[in-house]
Structures are given as structure tokens and as C-alpha cells.
T-cell receptor, first 111, second 113 residues
Framework: SQELEQSPQSLIVQEGKNLTINCTSS?????LYWYKQKYGEGLIFLMM?????EEKSHEKITAKLDEKKQQSSLHITASQPSHAGIYLC???????????FGGGTRLMVKP | NAGVTQTPKFRILKIGQSMTLQCTQD?????MYWYRQDPGMGLKLIYY???????DKGEVPNGYNVSRSTTEDFPLRLELAAPSQTSVYFC????????????FGEGSWLTVV
């Protein structure tokens, strides 16, 4: 079965700094999804990537999927305390498959 | 819209007790899911349902049971609670199985002592 590994597991950054979170799959992905989980709350969908080399941005968050569709990165520019939370990647191997999730990255942003 | 609502938010159970986590959604989604989240382990699928009357096992179904008598409700039953079931449980629903259509509840923190 597909496995997703996220790195780092946790991250503490100073407000205003850039950061990158990685998600690596053991198999080629069909779709890669990024979610954010605020502490004590459910997951909120951020972005979906499907094509090799695809890149999407929303406000200060950019997600990329590599050409081989086995690795994705989530980059936050000029981090703010509102970016704090747990970021999870999810993926499916093919259309109609259930999602597999990575272990999550805990992000803290120090004011 | 309330979205996905799960109760209770917190619960402490003694070993061997049973309980039911309730989940309801008001978006008329066909797909519903139960996940558990252990620290650093991401989400593991316990059970899912593709429609009323249909349920199927996920990755970690042992020790749990579900039912789907209506489109809205998808309760998760824990029989004979064990410390290994201490976790955060998330209910979710979606239009399709694609990850960009899935909505999550806020989670239920369960401790078994």
C-alpha cells in the first residue's frame, strides 16, 4: 500500500521567516492534497495537485508536485502566527481510491 | 450549514467499557469516513461508507463497528475499549472519494484508562 512520509515532523520558526514542508510517497501519486489542522480542530483542505510539475499558490502558501509525482513540497513565505497548526498531506494512488495520509508536520510560529 | 458534526468532543473510558461516537452531516454526501489520528502517525481509516446501508473496513477496523442507516448519520461503536484505542477520532464526509471534496468534523478525543 502507498505510504506517505512528511518532514520535518515539527518546526518552530520566527515570524516572517520562510519554511518548507515535504511529503514523499513510496509510489506514484494520482492526486496529492494538502490540509491544515488547527490545534483542537478538524482538517481544512488547502490545495490539490495532480499533474507532474504542477504548482499552486494561495496567499502566502505555495505547493509543488515533482515531475515524477512522488514528492510534494509546501512552502510558506513570510510566516505569520496564523500559519501555526498541523499540516498534513494526503494522496490517492488512482481515481476512486481511498486517501492515505502522511504523519503531519507541527508548525509553530514565534511572534 | 453545520457541515460534519461529531460528539462527544472529549471522553474518558475505562478498559472494557463500550461507547458510540456520533457523526452526522447535513450536506447530503454519499461518502462518510471514520479516521483515527495518533501522534505523528497521520490519519488511519477505520471504516467508510459509500451510501446508506453500505459500510466497509478501512486499514484499522479491529475493535470498532459502524452502521449507516441514513445518509446523514454514521456512528462508530467501540466495544470493550482498550488503551490502544486512546486516540483522536475524526469523522468526515465527501461528494466523491477525491481528497478535495472531503469535509472533516472537529474531532473526538478519547482516552481509555
Amino acid at each position: 500500500s502507498q505510504e506517505l512520509e512528511q518532514s520535518p515532523q515539527s518546526l518552530i520558526v520566527q515570524e516572517g521567516k520562510n519554511l518548507t514542508i515535504n511529503c514523499t510517497s513510496s509510489k506514484t501519486l494520482y492526486g496529492l492534497y494538502w490540509y491544515k489542522q488547527k490545534y483542537g480542530e478538524g482538517l481544512i483542505f488547502l490545495m490539490m495537485l495532480q499533474k507532474g510539475g504542477e504548482e499552486k499558490s494561495h496567499e502566502k502558501i505555495t505547493a509543488k508536485l515533482d515531475e515524477k509525482k512522488q514528492q510534494s513540497s509546501l512552502h510558506i513565505t513570510a510566516s505569520q502566527p496564523s500559519h501555526a497548526g498541523i499540516y498534513l498531506c494526503g494522496a490517492d494512488e488512482s481515481a476512486g481510491n481511498m486517501l492515505t495520509f502522511g504523519g503531519g508536520t507541527r508548525l509553530m510560529v514565534k511572534p | 450549514n453545520a457541515g460534519v458534526t461529531q460528539t462527544p468532543k472529549f471522553r474518558i473510558l475505562k478498559i472494557g467499557q463500550s461507547m458510540t461516537l456520533q457523526c452526522t452531516q447535513d450536506m447530503n454526501h454519499n461518502y462518510m469516513y471514520w479516521y483515527r489520528q495518533d501522534p505523528g502517525m497521520g490519519l488511519k481509516l477505520i471504516y467508510y461508507s459509500v451510501g446508506a446501508g453500505i459500510t466497509d473496513k478501512g486499514e484499522v477496523p479491529n475493535g470498532y463497528n459502524v452502521s449507516r442507516s441514513t445518509t446523514e448519520d454514521f456512528p462508530l461503536r467501540l466495544e470493550l475499549a482498550a488503551p490502544s484505542q486512546t486516540s483522536v477520532y475524526f469523522c468526515a464526509s465527501s461528494w466523491t472519494v477525491s481528497g478535495n471534496t472531503i469535509y472533516f468534523g472537529e474531532g473526538s478525543w478519547l482516552t481509555v484508562v
